[in-house]
């Protein structure tokens, strides 16, 4: 099984900067996909930008250009580096993970909070 643990979220003004933590732990070697969803007032969860094992990323529209998605396997931490931020990024953010077990499973973290706002 895989978990994961997500922090960094806060609140930051328009045009600022944040960047997101998301810590994986239990069979790390088994992910096929890690990477960021968001879920704003009112809205359904969309994806916003996920890295492939082999480091290939995808990112959602809204979100090229400004934000960046990277990883550390030697701490088994994926990264969402924010920039220039509007306040329609405003959203829980959530790690998420496809994993081999067997079949494939995800697995979901808790969430941040990403508010942005003057």
């Known amino acids: 099984q895989v978990q994961l643990v997500e922090s960094g979220g806060g609140l930051v003004q328009p045009g600022g900067s944040l960047r997101l933590s998301c810590a994986a732990s239990?069979?790390?070697?088994?992910?096929?996909?890690i990477g960021w969803y968001r879920q704003g007032p009112g809205k359904e969860r969309e994806l916003v930008a996920q890295?492939?094992?082999?480091?290939?990323?995808n990112y959602a529209d809204s979100v090229k250009g400004r934000f960046t998605i990277s990883r550390d396997n030697a701490k088994n931490t994926v990264y969402l580096h924010m920039n220039s931020l509007k306040p329609e990024d405003t959203a829980v953010y959530y790690c998420?993970?496809?994993?081999?077990?067997?079949?494939?499973?995800?697995?979901w973290g808790q969430g941040t909070l990403v508010t942005v706002s003057s």
């Open positions: 239990g069979s790390v070697r088994s992910i096929d996909y």
């Open positions: 998420h993970a496809d994993f081999w077990s067997g079949r494939f499973l995800e697995v």
């Open positions: 890295i492939k094992w082999e480091n290939t990323t």
